[in-house]
């Protein structure tokens, strides 16, 4: 994949700030409209969100080092350890099933509902 696809296919994360919009979803399927095969794109789209959440994890830890947090360092090493273990296996999980060639209607169905549930939560409250 070239530079020039590389940043159309990574840039469509922007959409997933609307309601319903799966990050994830939205990098595979533009992955897919731009040429990748579909484990190709889970990989990439999976690949994309390292950094992020890296970069996420860095700017809260400063948060660790306040008064607030004393004593809690075992029990957020410990939370943050299964949470990397739990997210490893569901990305594995995840490039093995969207790899094969199973429907992602039920994906697209739970984005819809999951879209209109906070658009609608946003519009009430």
Do not use: W
């Not at 660790?64 to 410990?78: N, T």
């Not at 094969?100 to 658009?119: H, M, Q, R, T, V």
């Amino acid at each position: 994949m070239g530079f020039g696809r590389a940043v159309l296919v990574g840039s469509a994360q922007i959409l997933a700030l609307l309601p319903g919009i799966s990050r994830d979803g939205i990098v595979t399927v533009a992955g897919v409209s731009r040429g990748l095969n579909r484990a190709d794109a889970v990989r990439y789209s999976f690949l994309l969100s390292a950094p992020v959440i890296l970069a996420a994890g860095a700017l809260k830890a400063k948060d660790l080092a306040g008064p607030m947090s004393k004593g809690m360092h075992g029990p957020i090493l410990v939370g943050s350890l299964i949470s990397g273990i739990c997210a490893y296996l569901s990305i594995r999980f995840l490039t093995k099933y969207f790899s094969e060639d199973k429907s992602l209607n039920p994906f697209g169905i739970y984005c819809l509902i999951a879209g209109l549930g906070s658009l609608a939560y946003l519009v009430l409250k």
